[in-house]
């Protein structure tokens, strides 16, 4: 008999949250500084990039698949998404998680998800580095 999925305790949450964050921290280290810049995935105030931010989304959530879990999951999916934009972003972290609510079915968002979602699934396969995120930022700034 098939029983309940079980949820991330808050232990795992951190540190899947944290393992994250640095596969993620590594493609934003990679992706160079402009000195104008808010943050990696914000060229300027209020310009975000969505292909960037549907990657960081579309990793998050592949990611959880994998754990049997599901990022509409407001006890599971909310508190791993603003601790790795925390992480990432600090003091941007709701910010973002707000204008990912409200661009779910833009589509540069959505291939974004896409993109991240694959590269997380690759990067499970070959057990190697990624580098969407950081093309994706590359690609923002022209």
Do not use: W
């Not at 949250?17 to 990696?40: C, H, P, W, Y």
């Not at 754990?67 to 600090?90: A, C, E, K, W």
């Not at 998680?97 to 690759?122: C, K, N, S, W």
Request: with cysteine; aromatic share 10%; glycine share 10%.
């Amino acid at each position: 008999m098939f029983g309940k999925k079980k949820s991330l305790d808050r232990a795992e949450q951190s540190e899947l949250s944290d393992r994250l964050s640095i596969l993620l921290s590594v493609q934003l280290a990679v992706s160079g500084t402009r000195s104008n810049e808010v943050t990696k995935i914000e060229v300027t105030k209020g310009h975000i990039n969505r292909k960037a931010i549907g990657y960081i989304y579309g990793f998050i959530d592949c990611a959880l698949q994998f754990r049997d879990q599901d990022i509409t999951d407001i006890s599971v999916g909310l508190p791993i998404l603003y601790h790795v934009m925390r992480n990432l972003f600090p003091g941007h972290e709701q910010a973002y998680i707000d204008f990912l609510m409200y661009h779910m079915e833009d589509e540069v968002v959505v291939l974004g998800m896409m993109a991240g979602g694959q590269e997380y699934t690759e990067f499970l396969q070959a057990n190697g580095t990624v580098f969407g995120l950081a093309r994706f930022i590359h690609e923002g700034r022209d």
